[in-house]
């Protein structure tokens, strides 16, 4: 395979890997004020407590990679989303603060403050997301010098938002599906009716993101005339989608988990299709865009650091399949708990 092509293809698997796994626990956070009391609230912490650092370590592997493998890329991106990235820098270290402060004291008070930015950082961070999956859908304003020519407020147009406001709804619904499959009692009875709600927002906000996608950006669609192929997934999308609500109601929830993931995981190769060759697109001219060739570091670069990730990988996948099997079951509070 072409190494850029292969390069290209670990992103996706990378930013598939951390949207799926960080992607219920930041989903946990979004519906963290929905808790009654604060028993409640420490369950959703220590549902997702053991594994959440664990699976940042996919979104810092997708910057190391990106920033290896396409270095114009990555410093176009960067310099472009500059602010976004420090208020998505922010609400990640808030979020990982409030896990860790909030129960040194007893105090209600200073429990609520960091309930409120537990959940808002998660569903800021969720946001940013969203907002910069829609920007590269639409494309950002790139010179012929491949560097950024707009400004922060430039990249909120109503387009990015619509994604980043879709991207919380997915979120919220991947994680209430794993919420449920963590609790019990009358507490797992009540989100059963949060899935339902959280798939019907999502549901909606799906189908206008899809239209607004096809009637305003047709050109997102374009790749598929060369890889007709890619229909199939679109296929499997609608059928993970369908299958949520029915693995609900027969109280499967570990199905509607699997089509949740499955989802997410289409939804990312989709995005993929749409984008390639290019990583980021320039609204000035096309012509200017950043793809997989012009942003690309040297064949041997790209060479050296196949082999490092053949190595590296397995470890990846090991720790994660090892924390998660360690962590399996239904959450406990123990004296050592959030």
């Known amino acids: 395979m072409d190494l850029n092509i292969f390069w290209f293809a670990v992103l996706g698997i990378l930013l598939a890997g951390y949207a799926i796994l960080d992607g219920f626990d930041l989903g946990v956070g979004i519906l963290h004020l929905l808790a009654r009391g604060d028993r409640e609230r420490r369950v959703f912490l220590n549902s997702i407590g053991p594994l ?30 500059y602010l976004a990235f420090m208020f998505l820098l922010f609400a990640l270290i808030f979020r990982a603060v409030s896990l860790e402060f909030r129960s040194k004291m007893e105090s209600p008070r200073w429990r609520s403050v960091w309930d409120t ?24 304003p ?25 991207a919380v709804s997915l979120f919220a619904m991947h994680g209430s599906i794993y919420l449920y499959l963590k609790t019990e009692g009358d507490l797992q009875k009540r989100i059963r009716g949060w899935m339902w709600h959280a798939f019907g927002i999502f549901l909606v906000l799906y189908l206008l993101t899809t239209i607004f996608t096809l009637t305003a950006h047709p050109e997102a669609i374009a790749n598929f005339r060369n890889i007709p192929w890619a229909w199939i997934v679109v296929v499997l999308n609608v059928f993970a989608i369908a299958n949520i609500p029915r693995a609900i109601y027969m ?5 509607a988990f699997l089509s949740s993931a499955a989802t997410i995981a289409a939804l990312v190769f989709l995005f993929g299709v749409g984008l390639f060759p290019n990583l980021v697109v320039s609204s000035l001219n096309p012509e ?51």
């Open 142 to 166: 790139i010179g012929p010098d491949k560097e950024f020519a707009g400004t922060f407020f430039g990249l909120l147009r109503p387009y990015p938002i619509l994604v980043g406001i879709f």
């Open 117 to 140: 930015a537990f959940f808002a950082s998660s569903a800021v961070a969720m946001l940013l997301f969203g907002v910069a999956i829609g920007n590269s859908i639409q494309g950002i």
């Open 288 to 338: 200017w865009s950043l793809d997989i060739y012009n942003a690309a570091s040297s064949e041997k670069t790209l060479s050296i650091m196949r082999i490092i990730a053949f190595i590296g990988m397995p470890f990846v996948l090991a720790y994660t399949t090892v924390i998660y099997w360690v962590f399996r079951g239904k959450v406990e509070i123990g004296k050592f708990s959030y």
């Open 52 to 81: 959440w650092d664990g699976n940042e370590v996919w979104l810092v592997t997708f910057g190391g990679a990106l920033f290896a493998a396409f270095p114009h890329a990555y410093a176009t991106v960067f310099s472009g989303f």
């Open 251 to 255: 109280e499967r929830a570990g199905y």
